[in-house]
């Protein structure tokens, strides 16, 4: 296990980029950095969820060829699932994490055989039961053989009936081609519901959207309109939200336009997650276009929740190469949410790769400006992050994965 801890590049400051959408004079947040493992062959995914039931975050991540875990508070890798022993083909590429059997242990869902420009073939779906013994690999059962592109998965209740389904959308629609930029085939959004035996019995799947296409992300999310859970998903067609109606129809709400300057080539929205601002309106925080440079935020217009106007999109950065992580999250406590960006791609002659922070600089007739703060440079390719308060201190941290770094890294919010 590594344990290496440094001091992050904390001053907010605006970057050779500044635009109207920035301001400067905001008070500094402080991290430090704290390097916990840099084996990783691709660290494709991370989550924050209690493992071993303690009731402290454990980390999980979605390695390509195994599933790992770290455990709170001495971050001591464990192995959940290695792909050759498990019979799983690699690469694994995204995890969700749930009770499945309903046994008070949590579960993860797994999918893998990871291939992005493969429409008609590959792509497996599976969950993995948590075992009496954690030093013992965890017991693998098929869901579905065969996805193509299976891309990302999120539990949510999806018909109020206070239980988990499993949400799966894989990247492109089936038999989509590179010769059309994957646009000639939907992406079919669907969900499974859970069998009382998971283990035997087989899980049903049903159809929520097949409008959009290249869908790289989604998010169930519950407003407060009603249960059951909604669906946000991030395409080429922008920001839109799925809600579930009678009968098992979904009505669409376009919220967010993305970015449409190339009509024919990658466009649209990337990554996906939902904050608030003190005032109750919520901020849709996105990476643009598909594995974009922009780093893009939508304000909601009022208090008043308005699912039929476009909420007004404004980039906070430019300068991204492969814009692949966001997170949204209260680091100061001041009752709005900042947000995390993170990029992964290591390009020649570009920026190097890391992570910012986007903090609510001003607010005025409820137009938000915001101020940057660099928090990794160079040191993390970043593919994915999450947050959540590691050591109990009332302070939200953060946790990011790395692609081309290979490496783990905590950072501890040290915030006044």
């Known amino acids: 296990m590594i344990s290496k801890l440094t001091h992050a590049a904390v ?7 500044a635009s109207s959408a920035l301001a400067q004079d905001v008070p500094a947040l402080a991290f430090k950095s704290q390097e916990i493992d840099k084996t990783l062959k691709i660290g494709y995914a991370v989550r924050v969820v209690d493992i071993n039931g303690d009731k402290k975050p454990d980390i999980l991540v979605c390695d390509a060829n195994r599933v790992i875990w770290f455990s709170n508070p001495d971050w001591k890798l464990h192995t959940v699932i290695e792909n050759d022993k498990a019979g799983v083909k690699a690469d694994n590429v995204c995890i969700a994490a749930h009770d499945i059997d309903g046994d008070g242990k949590v579960d993860i869902a797994l999918g893998a055989d990871w291939l992005p420009n493969n429409t008609t073939g590959a792509g497996s779906l599976q969950w993995l039961k948590q075992p009496d013994d954690l030093s013992k690999p965890w017991q693998v059962f ?7 592109t ?27 081609t590179a010769k059309a930029q994957w646009a000639d085939a939907a992406v079919a959004l669907t969900a499974y519901t859970i069998p009382a035996n998971p283990a035997k019995e087989p899980w049903k799947q049903y159809l929520i959207n097949d409008k959009f296409h290249v869908m790289h992300n989604f998010l169930p999310v519950q407003w407060g309109l009603s249960k059951p859970d909604q669906v946000l998903t991030a395409s080429y067609e922008g920001v839109n939200l799925l809600v579930p109606m009678a009968e098992g129809k979904w009505t669409t709400y376009h919220l967010g336009e993305g970015n449409q300057t190339t009509p024919t080539g990658n466009r649209g929205s990337s990554e996906i997650k939902v904050g608030k601002l003190k005032d109750g309106r919520k901020i849709l925080a996105t990476t643009e276009p598909f594995h974009g440079n922009q780093a893009v935020v939508y304000v909601q217009p009022t208090n008043t929740f308005n ?20 997170w949204c999250a209260d680091f100061d406590g001041d009752g709005t949410d900042e947000i995390v960006i993170g990029w992964r791609d290591v390009l020649a002659g570009k920026p190097p790769v890391g992570i910012r922070i986007f903090k609510v600089a001003g607010e005025k007739d409820g137009a938000v400006t915001w101020s940057m703060m660099q928090l990794e ?29 290979k490496n783990v890294v905590i950072y501890w919010n040290k915030a006044k």
């Open 11 to 17: 001053g907010l400051a605006i970057g050779a980029f």
């Open 142 to 148: 098929p869901i579905k053989q065969s996805e193509p």
């Open 150 to 176: 299976l891309h990302r998965i999120h539990f949510g209740d999806l018909d109020g009936d206070g239980k988990m389904e499993l949400v799966v959308g894989p990247l492109k629609g089936v038999g989509s």
């Open 307 to 326: 699912a039929d106007k476009l909420w007004p999109r404004t980039v906070l950065d430019e300068t991204l190469t492969g814009g692949h992580a966001v």
């Open 377 to 405: 440079k160079g040191g993390v390719a970043c593919e994915d992050v999450a947050c959540a308060d590691f050591d109990g201190d009332g302070k939200i941290d953060i946790v990011g994965v790395g692609r081309a770094t």
